[in-house]
């Protein structure tokens, strides 16, 4: 599945995805509810094709979607999130974070995509927080309870002490779904090079990919059922809302790139079928 992150997040971002899907390869989205564009960016789904994922966020410029006082362990005395998952993680392994709070500000961003009208197929987090153990088991627990059991596994070969750590955390989480039943793709790309994947770097990435997939890259070993996400962020170029999200994302190349010939002959070229979350979920 080709998947584009942070759908809502501004009204550019939004018609960037769908315009994404209607001419290029995106079959998949995952809803950011908490941006200032989701109220009128969700009706926009409805009949499009698209698989629908809840990109659930405790951190992040936005406010949540419950006060203050309903989930005071994520917030500031302003009312306001963890910029960032380096402001959240620590205050996470000290304990300073609810569960609780964080259950209900995620089932309740879950609830709110489901308000829209638009059916849920997957999970995932807004700065991959469910690599975390603690934010994982909640977002298991969410998912349990709504009767959505897909999740996105996050997946880093960059080399150095954050790569080292995504990939142990990935097999925790991999280890623990498997334990509780959840699919997820077996091969995933998008954490090294989120926001850089313009035409040269996507084709690379989905290249990655099929090798990961088959067994040929080094030390990989063919699953039963072969499946990967391509974890993508497209936009419009002219969106002035976005401005305030200082990410550094490129976010029109990698739109061009997804709707790019040569990304699509690469996929057909790796072997893939593209499909959505749905589709992993009824895979036997």
């Known amino acids: 599945m080709v998947n584009a992150d942070d759908y809502g997040l501004t009204d550019g971002v939004s018609r960037g995805i769908l315009e994404g899907a209607e001419r290029g390869v ?45 989930i005071p362990s994520l917030v500031d005395a302003r009312g306001r999130l963890a910029a960032s998952w380096r402001q959240f993680l620590p205050r996470a392994a000290l304990g300073r974070i609810d569960p609780d709070d964080l259950r209900r500000e995620f089932t309740a961003q879950l609830e709110a995509v489901r308000g829209a009208g638009l059916v849920v197929d997957h999970l995932d987090t807004h700065q991959n927080l469910h690599l975390w153990p603690m934010v994982r088991d909640v977002v298991l627990d969410v998912g349990d309870a709504a009767d959505v059991r897909v999740v996105r596994v996050t997946r880093s070969r960059a080399r150095g002490p954050i790569g080292i750590v995504v990939r142990r955390l990935a097999r925790d989480l991999e280890a623990r779904l498997d334990t509780r039943g959840w699919r997820y793709p077996t091969a995933s790309t998008g954490l090294d090079e989120a926001g850089g994947l313009d035409e040269d770097a996507m084709v690379a990435a989905v290249t990655t990919l099929g090798a990961a997939v088959t067994g040929t890259g080094p030390g990989q070993a063919a699953p039963e059922l072969a499946t990967a996400e391509l974890a993508t962020h497209p936009g419009r170029p002219t969106d002035a809302d976005r401005q305030r999200y200082r990410w550094g994302y490129r976010w029109d190349e990698e739109l061009d790139a997804l709707c790019s010939p040569r990304v699509r002959h690469a996929i057909d070229a790796a072997g893939f079928r593209l499909g959505t979350f749905a589709d992993l979920a009824a895979a036997s």
């Open 26 to 70: 995106i079959t998949s989205t995952s809803v950011l509810t908490l941006g200032p564009g989701f109220a009128d960016s969700a009706p926009l789904l409805a009949g499009t094709g698209l698989g629908v994922g809840a990109h659930l966020a405790a951190v992040g410029e936005d406010p949540p979607l419950l006060s203050a006082s309903e």
